[in-house]
C-alpha cells in the first residue's frame, strides 16, 4: 500500500489526514505514505514533525469575486501545481490517494483522478469547501462528517457517511485521570469553556461576566482557556472587577490547555465553537454543549455545523453577535437546573458521536487499494 495524502491551510483538514495517516501505518506498517501540502502552510510545519515524508505544490485560492489580476495569478499558481503534483503522482506511483480538503487538494486529487488513480476525499463540516464540492465529481469515494452533507453535492457523486477521525487518546481519557490531572472537585458539576488555540475574543468578554457571578458557588466549577493572545487582558478584566481565582476556589483560568483530551474526559457541559474538530469530539464523548460559531468561517460552515447539533438535541446554539455574560450565565444556569434535559441532551451528542470513523475511512481505503 502507498497512499498520498494532501490537504492543508488549517487544522481543521490537517489533524484528520493526520489521523488517517496514522491509523494506516498502526494497522499496516510496511504501508509507504507520502503528503503532500503547500511549502508555507501550517501543514509544512507540522507533518515532518510528525515523521512523515512530505513534498509541496504551488497553489492559490480562486477569487470568489469578479475576475482581476489575483485570479490571473491563482490560475497560473494552479497550472503550475497541477504539474507538480503530477510529477509527484508520477514518482511515488501511490495505489490510493486521498483528500482532506484545503486549495492544495485541488490539483493534486485532481490529477490523480486523471491518471486513473484511485481516490477518496473527506469533508469535515456540514457545509462543504468549493475545492471538495469540485472534487467529487470526479473521485471514486467521497467521506462526510455530517449526514446533511450529502444535499450540498453533486448527485453523482459516491458519498459515505464516515464521521470525521479523532485521536484515540480523546476516547481513551478517563475521567478520574482528568479530575485528577487538573485538581478539580469530582463531585462538582464541571464545565469546560475554550475559544480554540487562538481563543475568542467575544467568548472572552462574556466569559469574565460568567466567572464574577460563578466565583465561589459550591455547585459548578470552570475550567477556562482563553487563548494566548486573550489571557493577560482576561486577568485584567477580572481583577479590575475585584476577583481573586484562587479565593474563588471553583474557577481554572489557562491560556491554552495540552492535556484536551483529560479536559474533556472531566467536563460535564463544554461551552466552544463549533469547529468540526471540535464537534467530533465532544459527540464521541457523549457532552452536551453550548455551541458558539465563530462569524467568519468560509461559507459559514461552523453555523452549518452548530445547527445539525442543535437540531438533533444535542447542544443549544448562541450566534457570536448575540453573546453577552448575561445569556451565557442564563443559559449554562438553565442547563445546570435540568439534569433530566442535560442527561438527553448527553445522550443525544453520544449518538452522532462516531467513534469509529478512522476504521470506517481506512476500510473504504483498503477496499481503494484493491483496485
Known amino acids: 500500500m502507498r497512499v498520498l495524502v494532501t490537504g492543508g491551510g488549517t487544522g481543521g483538514h490537517i489533524y484528520p489526514a493526520l489521523a488517517i495517516a496514522k491509523g494506516i501505518k498502526a494497522q499496516n506498517p510496511e504501508a509507504e505514505i507520502l503528503f503532500v501540502g503547500t511549502a508555507r502552510g501550517m501543514e509544512a510545519e507540522i507533518i515532518p514533525r510528525e515523521g512523515f515524508a512530505y513534498r509541496s505544490v504551488t497553489v492559490q485560492g480562486l477569487p470568489r469575486k469578479r475576475a482581476s489580476l489575483r485570479s490571473l495569478t491563482a490560475v497560473f499558481k494552479t497550472t503550475k501545481g497541477s504539474l507538480e503534483a503530477y510529477k509527484i503522482l508520477r514518482e511515488f506511483k501511490p495505489t490510493v490517494v486521498v483528500g482532506t480538503g484545503g486549495y492544495v487538494c485541488g490539483p493534486v486529487v485532481m490529477v490523480a483522478a486523471f491518471l486513473k488513480i484511485p481516490t477518496l476525499i473527506h469533508e469535515q463540516n456540514v457545509f462543504p469547501g468549493f475545492t471538495n464540492r469540485v472534487l467529487a465529481r470526479i473521485v471514486n469515494k467521497t467521506a462526510v462528517t455530517f449526514p446533511e452533507s450529502k444535499e450540498y453535492f453533486t448527485p453523482k457523486a459516491d458519498i459515505v457517511v464516515t464521521g470525521l477521525p479523532i485521536r484515540p487518546e480523546i476516547l481513551d481519557a ?98 466552544c465553537r463549533a469547529g468540526a474538530t471540535t464537534i467530533a469530539e465532544i459527540t464521541a464523548r457523549g457532552l452536551p454543549s453550548i455551541l458558539i460559531p465563530y462569524p467568519y468561517a468560509a461559507g459559514n460552515h461552523q453555523e452549518f455545523n452548530a445547527q445539525s447539533l442543535v437540531k438533533n438535541g444535542a447542544a443549544v446554539m448562541i450566534l457570536d453577535r448575540d453573546l453577552s455574560g448575561e445569556n451565557l450565565t442564563k443559559t449554562v444556569r438553565s442547563l445546570l437546573d435540568n439534569r433530566p434535559g442535560l442527561a438527553a441532551m448527553a445522550d443525544r451528542a453520544k449518538q452522532l458521536g462516531k467513534p469509529e470513523a478512522a476504521k470506517r475511512l481506512l476500510e473504504i481505503i483498503e477496499e481503494l487499494n484493491g483496485k
Open 174 to 271: 478517563r475521567r478520574e485521570d482528568g479530575i485528577s490531572s487538573l485538581s478539580l472537585d469530582k463531585d462538582k458539576f464541571t464545565v469546560l469553556v475554550t475559544g480554540g488555540s487562538q481563543g475568542a475574543s467575544t467568548l472572552n468578554k462574556a466569559m469574565v461576566e460568567v466567572i464574577d457571578r460563578a466565583c465561589g458557588l459550591s455547585d459548578i466549577q470552570i475550567v477556562y482557556t482563553t487563548g494566548q493572545a486573550g489571557y493577560d487582558e482576561t486577568l485584567r478584566e477580572l481583577a479590575a472587577r475585584g476577583i481573586d481565582l484562587v479565593n474563588c476556589g471553583n474557577i481554572i483560568v489557562k491560556p491554552y490547555l495540552y492535556n484536551m483530551a483529560e479536559a474533556l474526559s472531566a467536563s460535564d457541559l463544554v461551552i
